[in-house]
């Protein structure tokens, strides 16, 4: 399968917190800074399968986003699909598009669990698709996607998906605030200027 469920998580009180591709390490709540620890007994219950201790990547974007628009943003077309990463020849990566040269390398058997706190905000579906753009948009081809056949989450819903699996963030119907939570597994090779740090793992010499 391309996404599986991995369980159900209850997001904590909505602050406005943003982190990007933070390392951390699975399983261990302690090991998010302090600015980070409301969601550090989410992280103490969900690790990719068999990762539990490993380094990981953690995304939390808490926003407030308006009623027709969605919290990733749309390009240029009606809709957004796109997946974790893109096929360029040899190159499997993060996207080169996404942020300065060079850019992050991925193994084709990194995984990602994913969770948003509002339902029918984020649609998957159960295929892989390597054929994508340069920053893994999908969005000129939507009509291969039809909604029908995709998976709408609901809030709170933990799934696991693979680097190509297509997912499309679904505009709100109403204004408010929206908690988007990630976390990468093994497999990413390389960091960009824009991940955000964790020092405390830093001065704890877990990072290098």
Do not use: K
Not at 113 to 128: F, G, K, Q
Not at 138 to 161: K, N, T, W, Y
Request: proline share 6%; with cysteine.
């Amino acid at each position: 399968m391309s996404f599986q469920e991995r369980g159900r998580m209850a997001f904590p009180e909505y602050t406005g917190a943003r982190c990007y591709m933070m390392p951390f390490i699975q399983g261990r709540g302690d090991s998010l800074p302090e600015a980070f620890a409301s969601y550090r007994e989410v992280v103490d219950r969900f690790a990719l399968p068999d990762q539990e201790g490993e380094l990981g990547l953690i995304t939390i974007d808490e926003s407030f986003v308006e009623a027709g628009r969605s919290q990733r943003g749309y390009g240029a077309g009606d809709r957004t699909i796109h997946t974790e990463a893109c096929l360029s020849g040899e190159n499997l990566s993060w996207g080169p598009t996404w942020g300065p040269s060079p850019f992050v390398r991925l193994e084709r058997s990194t995984r990602a669990l994913i969770a948003n706190s509002l339902p029918d905000t984020c649609m998957v579906w159960d295929v892989d698709v390597e054929d994508t753009t340069r920053d893994g948009d999908l969005s000129a081809r939507a009509d291969q996607f039809p909604r029908e056949a995709g998976r709408m989450m609901d809030a709170g819903e933990v799934i696991e998906i693979g680097i190509f699996t297509p997912h499309e963030p679904i505009r709100q119907r109403h204004s408010g605030p929206r908690q988007f939570f990630r976390i990468v597994g093994h497999g990413v090779h390389g960091r960009e200027d824009y991940f955000t740090r964790n020092e405390y793992l830093e001065r704890m010499g877990f990072l290098h």
